[in-house]
């Protein structure tokens, strides 16, 4: 079932611990990196990334209000 806010934004966020860390590895944050979090969801990656590394700075914008 597709959702209204599917059809809005698109939207697909995960809390997957194995897929979050496979995007963080790949990555690789490292002190003083700039990320951008263009769709934030929950924050699973902003998290993730900070865990990596806290000099890290993190800019994390969400559109979906819900």
């Known amino acids: 079932m597709v959702t209204p806010t599917k059809d809005i934004y698109q939207a697909y ?10 995007m963080i590895d790949m ?4 002190p003083g990196d700039l ?12 998290t ?8 890290a700075h993190v800019d994390a914008y969400e559109l979906n209000e819900d």
């Open 13 to 22: 966020f995960t809390e997957s611990s194995s897929i979050v860390q496979y």
């Open 27 to 30: 990555l690789q944050p490292g």
């Open 35 to 46: 990320i951008l979090e263009p769709s934030a969801g929950h924050g699973s990656f902003v």
């Open 48 to 55: 993730a990334a900070l865990d990596r590394t806290l000099d």
